[in-house]
């Protein structure tokens, strides 16, 4: 929560099936403006019905009236499992304690409290000048499966002592997630509860008033975003790698991120992964299935620094000792050279392992 209220945007799922708590902030994100935020996790309060509505807007009135705020000035998140309704008995009994135990250094509790399958929380905190004057952006995210964003990732909220209106505040998000959490994939699933959230209550008593604060600011908060994309991927599901896959040599930024997302998304590509597999062909053949055009004689694959496809056919090093120690790396790039123009996306992925069908199999159980 805020002292004041704050100036607020955000960005949700494009998923058909939006959950109550999307809707609602939808609905509500319209003013701008926006005091207090809570969230649950455990159950998605998604395709509840009436009653999951009715109750996203309850644990936003209980939180108002503890606060002595307006409700409609209560953003409301929800992270779990699809199909349940919330614990309504439990929620009403603990927002009053919350309340009375909230406190400005929170956001480490608050990242762990909404933890999912995640193994760690994820939180970043950027400070900068601006006119000789400090601001702090600090951003919390949760997330580890179910990630495949269509506007953001599952749940993510950027919080400043910046002085912006809900208009400025729209177009940096906006523009930063298309950039970070858009380009981020574990499992080609996208959620339907994606939320991020940014608020600026201008306690720093600096705002923007030119674009050059304007861009300073953007670039603090992608930073911010950028990280946490980074710490999803590696803290996907049964994850023991982060890949960046890079394709360049693009005729537009557009067909860039086609081709990067579908070798990202592939679950051959991703099990060779787990498997330190130098499987190109499975690369390759990725490239080549979702329709951007693309002329096979000009492809390049990198695997690490070592070029493993080139002029239609493997490389003399395409199997080599080299390579296979690239893929037992935590962490290294793929990268996919069309020879078409200039244009450049990366998206970071990660491996598909045996861990990640256990904890799927047994997500409810």
Not at 109 to 118: K, N, P, R, S
Not at 166 to 185: E, F, P, S, Y
Not at 325 to 347: C, K, N, Y
Request: hydrophobic content about 45%; some cysteine.
């Amino acid at each position: 929560m805020s002292d004041t209220p704050t100036s607020a945007a955000g960005v949700f799922t494009r998923n058909q099936i939006q959950a109550a708590p999307v809707v609602l902030d939808l609905e509500r994100i319209a003013s701008g403006i926006s005091q207090a935020l809570i969230v649950n996790s455990g159950v998605a309060n998604c395709c509840t019905g009436k009653p999951g509505m009715q109750d996203a807007v309850a644990m936003s009135r209980m939180t108002a009236d503890s606060l002595r705020i307006i409700p409609d000035q209560v953003l409301v998140a929800s992270t779990g499992v699809i199909g349940p309704r919330l614990p309504m008995a439990k929620i009403e009994s603990a927002i009053p304690k919350l309340v009375a135990e909230a406190r400005p250094t929170g956001f480490v509790d608050f990242a762990e409290a909404i933890m999912t399958t995640d193994t760690v929380p994820k939180l970043v905190t950027r400070q900068a000048l601006l006119k000789g004057a400090p601001f702090t952006v600090t951003g919390v995210a949760k997330g580890s499966g179910m990630i495949h964003p269509d506007m953001a990732t599952m749940l993510a909220f950027i919080c400043t002592d910046m002085g912006a209106t809900a208009q400025q505040l729209q177009r940096i998000l906006t523009a930063g997630v298309n950039d970070t959490l858009n380009k981020i994939t574990i499992d080609g699933d996208t959620s339907t509860n994606d939320t991020t959230l940014i608020f600026a209550n201008g306690r720093s008593g600096v705002d923007l008033q030119s674009p050059k604060d304007a861009a300073l600011f953007n670039e603090v908060v992608r930073e911010v975003l950028g990280e946490l994309a980074q710490l999803l991927v590696e803290d996907g599901e049964g994850a023991t790698k982060r890949v960046r896959i890079i394709v360049k040599g693009a005729r537009s930024e557009a067909s860039a991120h086609v081709v990067a997302n579908t070798i990202a998304k592939s679950a051959l590509v991703k099990t060779a992964l787990f498997g330190e597999d130098a499987n190109w062909g499975r690369v390759v053949a990725a490239v080549g299935r979702e329709g951007v055009p693309i002329e096979p004689e000009k492809l390049k694959l990198f695997f690490g620094d070592i070029l493993v496809f080139a002029n239609g056919c493997g490389t003399d090093d395409a199997n080599g000792k080299q390579v296979s120690s690239v893929l037992q790396q935590p962490r290294f790039t793929i990268t996919m050279d069309l020879g078409l123009g200039s244009a450049e996306v990366s998206v970071y992925t990660c491996d598909l392992s045996v861990a990640y069908v256990r904890i799927n199999a047994d997500y409810r159980s």
